[in-house]
């Protein structure tokens, strides 16, 4: 067992993400690589849930474990035998149907018992002396809200003071999609097994996982070997694909931004995309809005180029850039609509987001040179469906997007979502609940644009965009706390995650 333990850190997550569907099929394949057995694989990630809860809670000496009928509960039944070797009080609480425990589980729940150990009904009393609760009740192959008497052990578990542990995924969170249909545990950390599971890093998850620890369970080296579907992104990943600027490079290498929008009333998005542009690194950005807007912008920010809106600034700013953002403070109006129409034959890089997205909800069309940011109510117009719809599986949502209006789809919200119509998956693994206040799409949109007007490829320009855009709110939130977050604080960051050789360096 210790040299299980000491095989890796367990906070250190990998940046590969399988679906569920797979999640048996790499259990086999890896346990056949390695020569051993499923109960085997089993044994270790009880072993790694026990040495992990034992370095969290060193003084508890009460546990109660919480098993279900399935290997889940395999697991758990395991952490139950090794703890109660190791001299802990364990009160094991089981649910037991007719159906037969699949084999695994079956066995590890035969050698609690021959252990000495006693395994009580799903609706005994709880004891008083409780310290840590471990969560081994439903897993992966959740899809629908737990039935009795699962819905009631969860409650239950939220309900009492002592901190609870999930083993491999909070039981009643959906690992496929981080959706939470019915009663979820609300777990204070969570050891998953093998695999990164969508559900885990999307969706409600953050409301539900607490801590993310992962363990391989020893099948590091065939897993380097396997190409996973998903990839999951954070700021180690900067590097890549930013690197240091020629020592003799010029701002006409570094990107021409044009910002469209900002009707009556709505400058200050045009402003907050601009700017950001300019902060991540674009050489130049021209914005072209209402004419009561120039002046406002210029004295906010006089290093952005600022024009009235006109058929003949259009044109000649669409001839001028290599990139067009449109749709932040645009409007549905006339105004909008008539620029719009006039950017969609383009084929140069766009991004289009807010009012530009609604517009193209009504008149949709397809095309390779664009990046869409829509949060979920944009998503859910742009897909004619419900808001419930896209949350309810927001990595299908982001893939129908990608197939219906082609390019790079950027879903935003907790676990924002990238995905691209060559079948391109990923999982933007920053940000926190800071972010939800107005002008953070806004200064997205600018961060993604500037990327790809500094050559970028679409989807690489998306990935790094949205991983800067939520860490630099993250570094805004470890020094300010996430309640009052302003869109415009992320500027005074950006410049640490733009330019990743710095925290190289520094490290």
Known sequence: MNNLNQQEDCTSLPYSVWPVEAIAELEREGADSLGITLFELMQRAGEAAFSLLRQRWPQAQHWLILCGQGNNGGDGFVVARLAQSAGLTVTLIAVEGDKALPEEARQARDNWLAAGGVIHDAAAPWPASVEVIVDALLGTGLNRAPGAPYDVLIAQANRHPAPVFAVDIPSGLVAANGTVPGEAINATHTLTFIALKPGLLTGKARDRVG??????????AWLQGQTAPVARYDASHLATWLTPRRPTSHKGDHGRVLVIGGDHGTAGAVRMTAEAALRTGSGLVRVLTHIENVGPLLTARPELMVQELTSQALEDGLEWADVIVIGPGLGQGAWGKKALKKVENSQKTMLWDADALNLLAI?????????????????????????SDIESDRLLAVRRLAKRYGGVVVLKGAGTLIASEHGELAIADVGNAGMASGGMGDVLSGIIGSLAGQQLPLYDAACAGCVVHGAAADAVAQRRGTRGMLATDLFSELYLFVNPEISNTKE
């Open 211 to 220: 801590q993310l620890h992962y363990h391989s369970l020893n099948l590091d």
């Open 363 to 387: 008149s949709p069309d397809k095309r390779q040179n664009r990046i869409i940011t829509p949060h979920p109510g944009e998503a859910a117009r742009l897909l004619n469906s419900k808001v």
